[in-house]
Antibody, heavy 121, light 112 residues
């Protein structure tokens, strides 16, 4: 059974930092790109960023570039999102998502349950 | 960035009746590998998104055959042949052909 379990969310003040984690099981983690997707309260889905299978390539949406970093540890089947200089508008439920492989781009076929990040003073 | 525009944003439907959601992209979605990475997701209240359709028209395993996807160019459609109570939720399209990946605003389906 495929499982993606996020953790690390919480309440943080504007300008603060948080590190989200996602532990994966049920598939060969090192064979897939992985992505983070967020959903602000009552709003739609927004892709945040992704990382290649071996961690050699990362891409993020413009609104978080320079503040968020996606990383992974294939030995631990874990995905991370380091969030710095957080803003009120980063408040959202953050999902860990299986992205793609060499044959299939942007699969987004498995999602975690999400971890809530609240940025407020 | 590719802008994905869904319509309608709210869709009240009578049980047993069909429903259709449109998704238009601001540019063509053919990837350099020749595929169109257009997916549809269902998000039931309080749940994580679930993929229903991938690459325009391929239905995921376990998805009822009353769901179908179609389209080409910049116009794509998700159709439900006969709406059931369990279909209530928000439906979103997403393009993965061009970076950054982008989602539509979401269409809220409710039972009339």
């Amino acid at each position: 059974e495929v499982q993606l379990v996020e953790s690390g969310g919480g309440l943080v003040q504007p300008g603060g930092s948080l590190r989200l984690s996602c532990v994966v099981s049920g598939f060969t983690f090192s064979s897939y790109w992985m992505s983070w997707v967020r959903q602000a309260p009552g709003k739609g889905l927004e892709w945040v960023g992704q990382i290649k299978e071996d961690g050699s390539e990362q891409h993020c949406v413009d609104s978080v570039k320079g503040r968020f970093t996606v990383s992974r540890d294939n030995a631990k089947s874990s995905l991370y999102l380091q969030m710095n200089n957080l803003r009120v508008e980063d408040t959202a439920l953050y999902y860990c998502v299986r992205d793609g492989d060499v044959n299939f781009r942007a699969m987004f076929d498995y999602w975690g349950q999400g971890t809530l990040v609240t940025v407020s003073s | 960035d590719v802008v994905m525009t869904q319509s309608p944003l709210s869709l009240p439907v009578t049980l047993g009746q069909p429903a259709s959601i449109s998704c238009r992209s601001s540019q063509g979605l053919v990837n350099t590998d020749g595929n169109i990475y257009l997916s549809w997701f269902q998000q039931r209240p309080g749940q994580s998104p679930r993929r229903l359709i991938y690459k325009v028209s391929n239905r995921d395993s376990g998805v009822p055959d009353r769901f179908s996807g179609s389209g080409s160019g910049t116009d794509f459609t998700l159709k439900i042949s006969r709406v059931e109570a369990e279909d209530v939720g928000v439906y979103s399209c997403m393009q993965g052909s061009h970076g950054p990946f982008t989602f539509g605003q979401g269409t809220k389906l409710e039972i009339k």
